[in-house]
């Protein structure tokens, strides 16, 4: 969370412009009123260029999480051949069929699930919450049998797995979590931005609409745009002061 001197001056500033501008008469100047127009535009433009690099930050993040999984893969393969084949092991003779065998067998269960238990493991989770929840015996049957592959299915991933292959996906597993934090703490910022501008934008379109038929602002009315600045700000501060 920015702190609040960094968010609202932006905010603060466009009310008081505003203000002043409205409490300046009722015959509005043409440049006055082109000049608010222009900013609720170049709000608008903002906003919309704020959302695609809000978007384009969303791919990036993606596309780096998929490149952290695929050289993850390719670590996993090294240190699964590394535990096969030890380099200080004595070699001996080996056909091309007890090799390819013997890598199908020990090392391609490990390439082929790099990283898979923390999945199967919130599915097994998710999936006994759902069997305790449901009273309809058939689903209940489905839902056990799908638990029973994914216990399988965990077994396999932790039986007889090279302690060098589970080392080296925790280290992946963890640059994972943190780009997903990563990706979610720059979506949180663009938000609260977003959500400024939302608010700039309707003091903007009120303020707009006034001039646009040559009205002075009322004591009122100028209480009410700051009644609804003051809520804004509150609401985007999480209900703070």
Same mark, same amino acid.
């Given at each position: ?6 968010? !609202?001056?932006?905010?603060? !500033?466009?009310? /008081?412009?505003? *203000? ?9 100047? *043409? ?5 608010? $127009?222009?900013?609720?535009?170049? +709000?608008? /433009? ?21 490149? *952290? ?16 084949? #030890?380099?200080?092991?004595?070699? $001996? ?5 007890? @090799? ?6 020990? &090392?391609? #269960? !490990? ?6 238990? #923390? ?5 097994? &989770?998710?999936?006994?919450? $759902? ?6 015996? %058939?689903? $209940? ?5 799908? +638990? ?44 609260? @931005?977003?959500?400024?501008? %939302? &608010? ?9 609409? !006034? ?10 009315? /100028?209480?009410? @745009?700051?009644?609804?600045? &003051? ?5 985007? %501060?999480?209900?703070?002061?």
């Amino acid at each position: 969370m920015l702190p609040a001197p960094l968010r !609202w001056p932006s905010i603060d !500033w466009v009310f /008081a412009v505003m *203000i002043l501008a409205l409490v300046a008469g009722c015959a509005t100047p *043409i440049e006055v009123k082109t000049a608010s $127009k222009a900013q609720f535009d170049l +709000l608008t /433009a903002l906003d919309g260029a704020i959302s695609d690099l809000q978007q384009s930050f969303d791919q990036f993040h993606k596309a780096k999480e998929a490149r *952290i999984r695929e050289e993850g893969r390719m670590f996993v393969a090294r240190q699964a051949i590394a535990a096969l084949y #030890p380099t200080n092991r004595p070699m $001996k003779q080996i056909t091309a069929d007890a @090799l390819f065998e013997s890598y199908n067998t020990n &090392v391609q #269960p !490990w390439i082929d699930n790099a990283l898979a238990l #923390p999945d199967v493991e919130a599915q097994i &989770v998710s999936l006994t919450k $759902k069997i305790a929840a449901t009273s309809d015996p %058939a689903l $209940k049957g489905r839902y056990s049998l799908a +638990l029973q592959d994914l216990q399988e299915l965990r077994a396999r991933l932790v039986r007889n797995k090279p302690s060098a292959v589970t080392e080296i996906e925790e280290v992946i597993l963890s640059d994972l979590t943190n780009e997903r934090q990563t990706a979610q703490d720059v979506r949180h910022l663009l938000d609260i @931005l977003r959500s400024e501008i %939302a &608010v700039m934008k309707s003091i903007a379109s009120k303020v707009d609409a !006034w001039l646009a038929i040559d009205v002075s602002v009322s004591q009122e009315q /100028a209480d009410s @745009l700051r009644d609804a600045l &003051v809520g804004a700000r509150k609401a985007l %501060a999480g209900g703070g002061p």
